[in-house]
């Protein structure tokens, strides 16, 4: 059994199994910090950061799992969650009756693109959702035959699952690229990379909007966010990029350099992106699944945007595959 | 026949209902776990007394069982094998009112035994917006039980899930609120004041339903 283990984990990529820990550790130092901090500030109710370091170790240990597990789990757990964002978006959004099974048909557009990342058809997933699935649902919407608000309810459907589906699948789509590409530490390494750098990003300009944060940048979409946050965390989610891109990556230079001054701005146009979207929608957060931070969507907003990105600088500067 | 429904609704139901809700609840924490109490929740669709099933912590599962139509749940063998088997029901005769028959007795004889029931005044499934008028019978069985907690609920969305009168499921997130026990104060008619108030501050509360 722990023999099994000790092979299992000594097969896999050194610097993953290094990132994997260093990300536990970093969350161990946080319950550490939120079991400190009500001793010192006795008078201050801690309950919601609590309840966020509780589900962001649901969140890592899953997707830690998924990318030990390689890229039948990773394409599987990225169906789900598209599935899951795609629900939350459908249900806030300003949908017809009469397009109830549109939205059956919008779910299952789901099973077919990931099933593209399955059977590693590459091309097939790239047009499939922009280009077919464009011009499908308008055509079964039109065959229903209700023209009151047709173009923006088409639109509506097309928003979403260009979001919650194609974008979040090139998550998926990166852990096909084969053994034989000059990966550091293999695909899992590089969607480890992605998923770490965003959320790092995400983190490192919420912290420094706290510390240092004076100056608006959006006061009419997120009222929270600074350009002292904004730009304290693209320096900081920029320098992680550039020290850890040539352990998980395949890029150096130019594109690496490209990619850790792109991806932050990446992250935080996912962010105010959706903001604007649920300001529209006139809510705070998109459900209540994950407890601490909101919806689905309210988590994955960032990395709406910085996942096709930086699949996109991979392929173009390291990888043969796609 | 109680493990066939706790079966039922821990690994049939629950599952379901996330896959089509996403089963959101607020104030789980105020769902009374010991009965006899009642529950009044708005109605719009079959998905209604599912998802309020699948949220109730298991330990007091048992306890929880709906009022439902006598004249529609408890029609043909297939069903009313469901409606007493699996959901337990308390079936209200609500097509024998009018012959001065008392129908609301197997309630009351439900509270009595410490059940926690779930009543919805509107006596049918209305669109999933507004509520419509409610049934007093509600008030009749807080009067009989005094002590019991009347629980408002929320249930938001689940007319866009399972319409009426649609046979394909869609999911569509739901959110279930739930509020402040009530307790019945003497007056009948204060009493549905108070509920109706209730249940229209918790559906202010619930996520916008853009459905038009």
């Not at chain 1, 990379?193 to 420094?208: M, P």
């Not at chain 1, 350009?227 to 693209?234: K, N, Q, V, Y």
């Amino acid at each position: 059994m722990i023999d099994t283990a000790i092979r299992f984990f000594s097969a896999q990529p050194p610097a993953l199994i290094w990132g994997l820990a260093g990300v536990l550790g970093v969350l161990t130092l946080a319950v550490g910090v939120s079991a400190l901090l009500p001793r010192l500030h006795p008078q201050k109710d801690y309950a919601n950061l609590r309840q966020r370091i509780g589900s962001w170790w649901i969140m890592i240990v899953l997707l830690a799992t998924a990318l030990l597990a390689g890229w039948p789990a990773v394409t599987a757990l990225f169906a789900v969650i598209s599935f899951i964002a795609l629900r939350e978006f459908l249900s806030l959004a300003h949908m017809r009756p009469e397009d109830r099974l549109i939205v059956l048909a919008a779910y299952l557009t789901i099973p077919i693109s990931y099933g593209f990342v399955a059977a590693d058809i590459y091309g097939f997933y790239l047009v499939f959702m922009p280009v077919y699935v464009f011009m499908f649902l308008p055509f079964a919407m039109a065959c229903i035959g209700q023209t009151r608000n047709y173009l923006p309810a088409a639109s509506t459907f097309h928003w979403g699952l260009m979001t919650c589906v194609y974008n979040l699948g090139f998550v998926a789509m990166l852990m096909r690229a084969p053994n034989s590409e000059a990966l550091p530490a293999g695909a899992a390494g590089a969607v480890f990379l992605l998923l770490a750098a965003t959320e790092a990003n995400d983190v490192a300009q919420y912290v420094w909007g706290k510390l240092t944060g004076r100056h608006k940048i959006m006061p009419k979409v997120s009222p929270n966010k600074t350009w002292e946050g904004f730009l304290g965390g693209w320096a900081t989610s920029a320098a992680l990029i550039w020290f850890a891109g040539p352990l998980f990556t395949p890029l150096s230079g130019m594109g690496l350099a490209i990619l850790a001054l792109s991806l932050p701005v990446a992250g935080f146009a996912g962010d105010v992106t959706m903001s604007a979207v649920k300001r529209d929608l006139g809510v705070k957060d998109t459900s209540a699944l994950i407890p601490g931070h909101g919806g689905l969507l309210d988590r994955a907003d960032s990395l709406i945007f910085t996942a096709p990105l930086y699949f996109h600088l991979l392929a173009y500067y390291g990888l043969e595959h796609f | 026949m109680r493990w066939l429904r706790r079966l039922a609704i821990v690994a049939l139901f629950r599952p379901l209902a996330r896959v089509f809700t996403g089963a959101d609840i607020v104030g789980r924490e105020r769902l009374p776990l010991k009965g006899p109490a009642i529950l009044v929740a708005n109605h719009a669709s079959h998905v209604d007394t599912l998802l309020l099933l699948t949220i109730y912590p298991s330990r007091a599962l048992d306890r929880v069982r709906p009022a439902a139509a006598a004249d529609y749940f408890l029609k043909g063998a297939l069903m009313s094998w469901f409606s007493r088997s699996i959901l337990n029901i308390v079936p209200v005769a609500r097509d024998r009112v009018a012959t001065g028959e008392d129908v609301l007795a197997p309630a009351r004889a439900a509270l009595a035994a410490g059940d926690i029931l779930l009543v919805f005044p509107e006596g049918t499934r209305g669109d999933g917006e507004a509520m419509t008028r409610l049934k007093n019978g509600v008030s009749r069985l807080a009067a009989a039980f005094p002590d019991a907690p009347v629980v408002p609920i929320w249930l938001q969305g689940a007319a866009r899930v399972l319409p009426k009168g649609a046979a394909v499921p869609v999911p569509m997130n739901c959110t279930v609120l739930v509020g402040e026990p009530l307790k019945f104060g003497g007056d009948r008619a204060e009493f549905m004041a108070a509920l109706k108030a209730a249940l229209e501050a918790l559906h202010a509360q619930a996520p916008p339903q853009r459905w038009a």
